[in-house]
């Protein structure tokens, strides 16, 4: 390198990168002292990562906006506009937790009282509208989304769902207006995940007719009840049913987990109710703004007709009644109404997603570092690198976009028809894509931030209270890990029910074709096509999804047999427990890509059809490529066809570039929700000198 | 899943997972109202991902934390103790960033002046007492490790490395007093990775015998610069030295980028000085601590011998004098002497590592969710989804450990012997390790916070403070995809140098033997063997670890070579940037390996030793599982080889998490670095209730 001229000799061995050396003198020049950079030499480059000269699809922005708006665009914009309004109620760069948790409360009053958005009644009536309202409060601030979904979902919806006519009509109105702030105290100290072995009781006493709820030891705590530490007056407590005297040889009968409202403050004094111990879990990573509390119980009496009666009930002379015959049956159906959760927290992080990418995708073509020889500097977004870092993440988030909205769509028709079939669907549906999509915005919104260097770090810039408030999306309403082991186990019955002579639901419905089919033929001719056309079709890309699915419950199906010979049912799911979650996000993708497809055949216009099919090409071939090992290993793919899609995937990534712009512009973000001086649209730098007072 | 025994029945398509399904009903319970669990079925489980029989080997922690632990153990326990004796400078678990700042500067100030700690000697005598003593102040708190970075390492390493003597008799004992608090003003608002391209100028003016000092345009105003927002007093700016009348025509010439000592704020009043305007960055994701500030200079005036000159000189007459030849030879040297900052951050985010897996695993081990039937629940580190999260991370923190200690020892050596191989040996081992081992421990950080579900969000158990401060860490002293270029870009030119007849530096030294041999002869019969002798065999291993970055290498040289005949060299280097990116990886894991091979076969103990090979072995075979494509799809390993790593990674995670406690204690981190009360050693539980007050 210390001569270029010399290293074109005519050595067989030697081989001319002298060009491309000539690119990291620049960068050995902070390493090295025994370089010449000779500017004599230097060769005038073509575009960057381009050379192709394929036309990019022109892009509508505005028919691109028309197709990917949600149906209740009208709302969150009137949510959108109050806040703009009402500078007083903005969240500043820096908070303290007090200071937060207040303003968050004067948020949500506000929004209810006086924007007059009443929350409640969506939830159980149009749950599509509801979650458009919790997606834009979330966009204000995540703690606001959660403080909302807290009262209305949680709260609200327990009481609403598990209980029957009489807690409707004494506490629908309180819980809508927030006149009754309330939490839902299911988690404790020891168990979150388990919710069965949850260790609080509500044992009757007949004498006076009523509930004692105890904390029978400090591991049954409640632990992390939002709303409990500062503004909660009644929490929906979860406890296991006691019977006195109703057991074998007149023994205590534990009926399993039911939901009771409890009473924890005055109305008046707000003080904590006699009994009731509450502390405060303090400052947490991020969603300062809701105040998560701990409770204890001891001996805190209510009156029966408090015990959430739709799914079991105690008669005044201490007899237990439910249509549900057994305790496991009661306790699927008491948490199975509780599912809508997910959906909400599902979406909101598409949204999350969808603001982080905004904010590194338009830093990224402004910020501009290096450059060939005697020329401008580049945008950042023309190195292969940062397309790498961020357009895989665009177009998945497209992709979760399209996602999400057909998980709404059948939450709706559940809410509606409670079909038992769309029921099993939803269930595994929403817990498989919480647990997706929350996974991968927790690492992208890393990758943004890295992506945006220095600047990124900036608290303005947002990523870090995104980063944190967004970070216990993968663990509350469900840890991750303990969803897909729910999607695992919903496909394996699948499995089982379709060699009984079964169905599948909707959603699994693919298997059906792929168990028989796929399986039995791995095509050594196909597996070696490499052309563009055969890569960009949607049949292989669904084809190739639905094998690794098919082929991963295949395979752990033998797995467990084996093991469990050995194991027990236990030993073998923890044995093959990495297997069982590689088996969920696999069908997640299969099921998620479906849907893109879908949406992009479904789209009317041509141009943002094109432009939405080059984004679907490229959702779908980098997670082949991500995953190309898997394929390798089943000669799936050849090793010709693997080196074919990796070129693919970096070409589309800089075809997706090309666009990205107006991709992100799609999104539909007002200023209030993106905020960060460095994702402004446009002016970016002058925003961000003007936070820091040039 | 209805009916078990019914799925028994002789159909030849049913499989009998029915123990499996057991497990699995546990976790549908939470979203199906159709099973039902019939505790009469169940099966006794055994040892759950056990099985196999064969023995752990016994730990003898005293001896594996005398094997392991630092040389300059004893400074760091003298800090350590003295910050356990001061609870006035703990860092709270929350604070605003206006105290914050004022805590470091005072936990700085009793460090030197009360514990007598002095750094500043330590930097360029005795480098790794240096790093000691940067790590314990980091374990305190990350915010203080940086500002002492910033006072010793970059103020004060940019006056002494690149000043001459009248700057060492000036202000040596003033940084080292901190009676001159002082800033490192090199990045730009446009300008970090591309030093080259700063804007700000310093004019000569030799009617006065002063230079000039000036921010030409907003682009060019210093930012993030630590300790100007408030404390600092001075700062080495770094600026394009500009001659009047030196140029052709008699016009200025530039004469490139150097530093100068300009003071920023007035001694006594603490006032900026006149034509100095300092705004402050405000608050940051983390490390608030630090005050970071941004400085515009308006024709600010220093005298002739405040220009660091020790590679270049101005003397009384305007001329310029300086013994290297060219600009760009200047500017390496230049930025050459800064290199000690990032074997210091490489060496605190192994610290990091280190904090977050004790926490972790202390946790992982005390917390207990489902487990068989009829059976106490398990510890969640017995969950293979949890070994498969933590074990990795914890076998990566000991290979980095030992990684971190060599890149010292050569660090050392290097500021000792000034000798020219080692020189570019360590700038290319410390711009990879760094950027490898930030990297991954900043996904590390939030893989562990998830893992510790709920109680990992409170913000006592530290996942979100150290994921905040130390994020910053990727993107400092180097952004990690430049840093990565420049090892690519080092390997390249080594790689040349090789067919010049010209010798591989040390850490490359391997490749001499890797290109000529490994690339010629793919072994179809040892990519079939699977036998975890052969698996677990260091020369495998290696040889794996080796064959890839040949091979990237290889192949990198011929697509640079074809892609710069079309697109020049810019564009070539940027067509095979990922490509090049993944090379600088593979490198630097083959290093890595290497250095903890070595550490493994020189432990003096035999238990120790196994101890120590067991934990290699994983951090080998994950790091070849984990890019098993890349094997594959040039059959280095065969199919059948491949499930036999899987299968093996999996088996390694489980025997160490037989061991992970003992593994974790010998990191010896004290109480005071740890502080979460979920990561303490005993009565973790009871530290957390006690925490939240009860």
Redesign the interface.
Known sequence: ?DDQT??RAG?A?????????????????????????DPAQ????????G?RGRRLPAVNTAELLEYTKGRHREIQERIFDFFASRPDLQPP??I??SDHRELCMRQLSALVREAGIRPLRYAFEDPSVYFAIMEAAGGIDISLGVKLGVQYSLWGGSVINLGTKRHKEKYFDGIDSIDYPGCFAM?E?????????LQTTATFDPLSDEFVIDTPN??A?K??IGNAAVHGKFASVFARLILPFQGKGGKPADMGIHAFIVPIRDMKTHEPLPGI?I????????LNGVDNG?L?FRSVRIPRENLLNRFGDVSRDGKYSSS?P?I??R???T??EL?GGRVGIANSSVGVLKVVVTIAVRYSLIR??????KQP?VSIL????QQ?KLMPMLASAYAFHFATLYLIEKYSEMKKSHD?EV??DV??LS?GLKAYITSYT??SI?VC??SC??H?????NR??VL??DH??F???E?????LL??V???L??QY??K??GGTFTVTWNYLRESMSSYLSQLNPVTARWEGSEHLRDPNFQLDAFRYRTSHLLQSV??R??K??K?????????????HL?TLAESHIESVILARFIEAVQKCPEKNTREVLKLVCDLYALDRIWN???TY????YVA?NK??AIHKLV?YLSFQVRGVARELVDAFDLPEIVVRAPIGMASEA?SH??E????
């Not at 501009?368 to 020889?373: E, M, T, W, Y």
């Not at 990124?456 to 303005?460: E, Q, R």
Request: aromatic letters at 8%; charged letters at 20%.
């Open positions: 390198m010399t290293s050595d061995a030697d081989v001319d990168v002298s060009g491309a050396l000539r690119r990291i003198q620049q960068l050995t020049l902070h390493l090295d002292a025994n370089e010449s950079a230097r060769i005038v480059p073509r575009l960057c990562g050379g760069v820096e303290s937790t988690t100290l020891h168990h979150g995940s388990n919710v069965q072995a400090d591991g705590i632990w992390w111990e502390h405060d879990c303090g400052h947490k990573i991020g701990a204890l549900l057994t496991n049956k306790f699927a159906a948490l199975g599912v501009q570092q290096f450059g060939p020889p500097e023309d190195y292969q690198s790498h038992d029921v099993g269930h595994a817990a927790a690492k890393s931030r890295e260097g220095g990124g770090y900036a608290a303005v990523f870090g980063r944190n970070d216990i993968q663990t509350f469900g840890d991750n890990t303990v082991q729910q695992a186990g919903d394996l019955k089982k029910s060699f009984q199906v033998l467990l047999r093991h469990t050995t194991l027990g049912g236990f030993g073998a799911w923890n044995r093959c427990l990495n979650l995953d190309i090992g390798r290993n089943v000669d090793p693997a080196k970096e730098y961000y000198t936070y820091v007072g040039f």
